[in-house]
């Protein structure tokens, strides 16, 4: 369990630069992948590899969930 709010695994793509908010303000126990230098909308280079690693990781746990 990611949160007390959610019941799932939990994975937040989030930019280093989100104005809304920054990869170090989500609590502990939700898995945060970082994607360097992007903005609210995920805009910046290398993006497209953290999402991608995200895509699998959402994968894998659709597989043993």
Do not use: M, N
């Amino acid at each position: 369990c990611s949160s007390d709010l959610v019941p799932v695994p939990l994975r937040v793509v989030q930019g280093s630069r989100d104005a809304f908010g920054r990869p170090a303000e989500f609590p502990r126990d939700v898995d945060v992948a970082v994607a360097e230098g992007a903005d609210h909308g995920l805009k910046a280079a290398g993006v497209a590899a953290v999402i991608a690693d995200a895509v699998r990781w959402l994968l894998d746990q659709l597989e043993t969930y």
